[in-house]
């Protein structure tokens, strides 16, 4: 044992030599970093009502066509013909033209055609607008032919209190617990496998494996180089985690989501040590390890038991599925066990 | 000897020793991937294609049981009924009711509620109503506009304008409605992401009506550039196992250039990468034009990977080097294109390019060329440097920093390659300083404003003084440094107005402050002064540091001055 340890902390001290653990943790802040540049910049272009900087009065709409009620909606300037409205939509009068040639009030149905510019922000902002505008245009026709009105949600806390719940809240919500956690999870899997493959490889193919066979056993040698590769989850694991509480992520259940993201790595270790078994050089166990990580992530977000979805879960709150962790658990270790019983080196 | 002799020969011969590499590259590929591990691994991708193919199938679930709801019962995979509820709904008069614990997800949990609460009610409506209930449909169309000026519009040709005169056939029909409402309808049912999908061609009810956007294809764009992905991982791999085994070094030590060598060895994973894409655009019956925006990209990530390859000491920092460089410049790729008919610096990814040649069957050149020059640059300038990287007086050196000084050395033999040296790092720069907009988002504005300034500050710095560094290196250590330092700025300032020239570069740069007339060239020099006087006297880590502080207390300065940063 003392000999694992010390070939570990070896493996993990030439790491930090080589500045490799600077660029694992870059890695895992980019992955971060540009996850929510991804939301947020979705959210800013598809959901602005949300982030408050929608803006309605800038936008001038120019209604071409007999449809007074649908005029009156937008507020939007009255052209009796399309091509009176084109001219000032092409001289930059109007931003948008919306083409409705005669209106069916009671009866039949409204084909309104939508003219928007190509290539700029403000078609964003005004498709935002206008959908806003034509489901009240709809819910007024509805009233208009007789229908019941409803669809509504009425929010109040706990004090009764009505509350006013911004529209798109649980994308960011649904970002942070399903996509960003299970992702750094896998990501910190990835970067454990993927140095459990080198850790292998390199001592074979330069030659330096047999220095170590003359001082070492090869089970301690295996059992080194897998204990490197668990070290780095084990580390990295409670260290992102904690940083996205300090970036004000409640994480629930904190010892269960490191629970599961650790299994999750012995898990994926173990896959790459059967790779490296079979495979032998560095070359083809990447690639090996490579493609199986593509069939295997997608997996991952399809049930509701798998790790992916039960770290999101756990994090968030909701304790369904909560049986399964020990289970995972013991699957890692005992998966970790048989690799190193299997390992060749 | 060798060198100027191989100098001598005949272009055709030179062709015939690259393919004689390409030949050798090949065989050592056959020898490794015998017919049984090539079957193996035929199976393995056949089974992590049919996973992925599945997995989409099936639907992506793993927001299940997410939200925890009491009083009613609702049938939706997200949500749980609990006693531990953030939830607790009623329903009365035609009206639903949440008391909700004011958590996050409570908040997320309702705003989810709300859009069933929603769907509920127009299913309701189809089915008492019919097509009544939806007597709105809407399509959109997005025009080209160019900004002209107001007496300009009576000279305005407007060719659209004819084809709008009439409803197209068709439309104005009840059962075309039907069907629309239907689809829609189903829709709801569906599990679906809350990103926006494409605008459809045809009308849509105003709850599908969204913003215009290429995500929906996207897709398509990853299966053009993943396979190349593998081909490129084992193009490092193999160039890894010959420089750790020093057969680079024979390969070296014989009459063939390190240019052949390095073409040789790249031009066969080059061929199947071509393979792949030229295969995909079969497959997915899209244009077989898509490889002109792919393939700058895969050239510039086979020569990125190429120099991590010399500039990595082990296996380990070779893998991780790889894996964050290869997501920066994915990510690099595919964010400006998400944001697609939005706003104009989406254009700077060829992908956006691409999809719009999907979408339109249309190619617009300048965009074309805007897009893919930057690949086609950064491949030309990492190309060279791993050339000159395959030297073992280089790659087997043990620190990175000594690397490149050596490299750059050996590249900088003058002051006046101060000046091209800094004009080709400009791409490098730009995706550097792309990638740091990404700090804004990941913490508060005042902090994130201050920490971007300061990224900006450290990527330029680093650059710059390099360049300057290397020259001084190079014995050019009194008036030479100072003309090294003037050049280098003078390149740095011309590689930034060249992009300011593009109008993409001009809303980017804009964001950089680097837009404003001479400014920029003085801060260049100032800071390069700052180091060519503090080099001869101090360490590199203190002159850089120097530069960095001045660099970033201009900058910030100008920000201040301006009274904010428009973003």
Redesign the interface.
């Known amino acids: 044992m003392k000999v694992s340890v010390a070939i570990a902390l070896k493996?993990l001290g030439?790491?930090l030599r080589?500045r490799?653990f600077v660029?694992?943790i870059?890695?895992l802040i980019?992955?971060?970093?540009?996850a929510?540049?991804?939301t947020?910049?979705?959210l800013i272009?598809?959901n602005p009502t949300y982030l408050n900087i929608l803006f309605e009065n800038e936008l001038k709409i120019g209604v071409a066509g007999d449809a007074p009620i649908l005029q009156s909606f937008f507020d939007g300037k009255h052209y009796a013909s399309?091509?009176d409205a084109?001219?000032d939509?092409?001289?930059?009068k109007i931003d948008v033209i919306l083409?409705l040639?005669k209106e069916?009030l009671t009866?039949?149905?409204?084909?309104?055609?939508?003219?928007?510019?190509?290539?700029?922000?403000k078609?964003?902002q005004a498709?935002?607008i206008?959908?806003k505008k034509?489901?009240e245009?709809?819910d007024y026709?509805?009233k208009l032919?007789g229908?019941?009105?409803?669809?509504?949600?009425?929010?109040?806390?706990?004090s009764g209190e009505e509350?006013i719940?911004?529209?798109?809240?649980?994308?960011?919500?649904?970002f942070i617990?399903?996509v960003l956690i299970?992702l750094m999870m896998i990501t910190t899997a990835v970067?454990a496998s993927?140095?459990f493959i080198?850790?292998i490889?390199?001592e074979k193919?330069?030659g330096t494996i047999d220095l170590l066979l003359a001082a070492c056993k090869k089970d301690e040698i295996v059992s080194g180089k897998i204990l490197a590769a668990i070290l780095l989850p084990v580390i990295l694991t409670p260290l992102w985690l904690l940083l996205l509480m300090l970036?004000g992520v409640?994480i629930h259940n904190f010892f269960l989501v490191l629970s599961i993201a650790y299994s999750f790595s012995f898990l994926m270790i173990s896959v790459s040590a059967f790779i490296v078994t079979f495979?032998k050089?560095?070359?083809?166990s990447?690639?090996?390890f490579?493609?199986?990580t593509?069939?295997?992530i997608?997996?991952?977000?399809?049930?509701?038991l798998?790790p992916?979805?039960l770290i999101?879960?756990l994090a968030?709150?909701?304790e369904?599925?909560i049986e399964v962790v020990p289970l995972y658990f013991a699957l890692g270790i005992l998966l970790l066990f048989v690799s190193k019983k299997m390992v060749r080196i | 000897m060798m060198s100027k002799h191989s100098r001598h020969l005949p272009r055709v011969s030179r062709i015939f020793k690259i393919f004689r590499v390409s030949s050798i590259e090949l065989k050592k590929s056959r020898k490794k991937y015998s017919k049984t591990s090539f079957l193996i691994l035929i199976l393995i991708s056949l089974v992590s294609i049919s996973l992925l193919y599945f997995s989409v199938g099936f639907g992506m679930r793993s927001d299940s049981y997410l939200y925890e709801v009491s009083g009613m019962q609702i049938n939706d995979y997200r949500f749980l009924n609990s006693k531990n509820s953030d939830v607790h709904l009623t329903y009365s008069n035609g009206y639903y009711k949440a008391i909700i614990t004011g958590t996050d997800k409570s908040l997320a949990a309702v705003d989810e509620l709300r859009k069933l609460v929603k769907q509920n009610y127009e299913f309701q409506l189809y089915e008492r109503f019919g097509s009544e209930a939806f007597p709105v449909f809407v399509k959109a169309e997005f025009l080209e506009r160019e900004k002209v000026s107001v007496p300009s519009i009576k000279n305005l040709s407007i060719p659209e304008i004819k084809k709008y005169d009439v409803i197209p056939e068709g439309e104005s029909k009840v059962g075309k409605g039907e069907e629309i409402i239907k689809e829609s309808l189903n829709k709801l049912t569906s599990p679906q992401s809350n990103l926006p999908i494409k605008q459809k061609t045809g009308y849509t009810i105003p709850e599908d009506f969204n913003p215009q956007s290429l995500l929906s294809k996207m897709v398509l764009a990853f299966f053009f550039i993943i396979p190349s992905y593998f081909t490129i991982q084992l193009f490092s791999a193999s160039l890894l196992e010959d420089k750790t085994l020093r057969r680079l070094d024979v390969l070296l030590s014989t009459p063939l250039k390190p240019i052949e060598i390095y073409i040789g060895k790249l031009l066969p994973y080059l061929v199947i990468s071509s393979l792949f894409i030229i295969s995909t655009s079969f497959l997915l019956k899209e244009s077989l034009l898509a490889i002109l925006f792919v393939l700058p990209f895969i050239l510039f990530a086979f020569s990125l990977q190429a120099c991590i390859v010399f500039l990595s000491r082990s296996y380990k920092e070779m893998t991780f080097l790889i894996m964050v460089s290869s997501f920066i410049i994915t990510a690099y790729l595919f964010i400006p294109a998400i944001f697609s008919g939005t706003i104009p610096v989406s254009k700077i990814s060829p992908i956006t390019n691409m999809l719009i040649l999907f979408e339109t069957g249309e190619l617009d050149l300048s965009d074309y060329l805007l897009s893919t020059s930057q690949f086609y640059i950064l491949f030309a300038v990492l190309s060279f440097i791993s050339i000159r990287m395959m030297d073992a007086e280089v790659m087997y050196l043990d620190s990175i920093e000594r690397k490149v000084l050596l490299t750059l050395r050996k590249w900088i033999k003058s002051p006046l390659h101060c000046l091209f040296a800094s004009i080709l790092s400009i791409p490098f720069v730009f995706i550097a300083e792309f990638m740091l907009i990404s700090i804004i988002f990941t913490m508060p504005l005042q902090l994130s404003i201050a920490v971007f300034i300061l990224g900006i500050s450290l990527v330029e710095e680093l650059f710059k003084t390099s360049i300057v560094y290397a020259a001084y290196k190079n014995s050019y250590k009194n008036s030479g440094i100072l003309a090294a330092s003037v050049l280098t700025a003078v390149g740095f300032f011309a590689g930034e107005k060249i992009l300011a020239l593009i109008e993409i570069g001009r809303n980017y740069m804009d964001l950089l402050l680097a837009s404003y007339l001479l400014l920029p060239l003085a801060l260049h020099l100032l800071t390069l002064f700052c180091f060519a006087f503090l080099i001869r006297k101090r360490s590199y880590a203190i002159a850089f540091s120097t530069a960095v502080v001045v660099h970033f207390i201009y900058d910030y300065g100008i920000l201040l001055a301006l009274g904010g940063v428009r973003i």
């Open positions: 493996d030439s790491m080589e490799t660029s694992v870059l890695l980019f992955v971060a970093s540009f929510s540049v991804l947020f910049g979705l272009l598809y399309l091509n084109f001219y939509f092409y001289a930059g083409w040639p069916n009866k039949g149905s409204n084909y309104v055609k939508i003219f928007l510019p190509r290539d700029e922000v078609s964003i498709s935002i206008l959908k034509l489901l245009y709809q026709l509805r032919r229908m019941p009105a409803g669809g509504k949600l009425f929010v109040y806390s706990a509350l719940i911004p529209n798109g809240i649980s994308m960011v919500f649904k617990y399903v299970p970067i993927g140095l080198d850790l490889t390199e193919e330069t970036n409640e495979f050089d560095r070359e083809r990447q690639l090996v490579s493609l199986v593509i069939g295997i997608p997996v991952l977000f399809i049930h509701p798998t992916s979805s999101s879960r968030a709150g909701t369904f599925g």
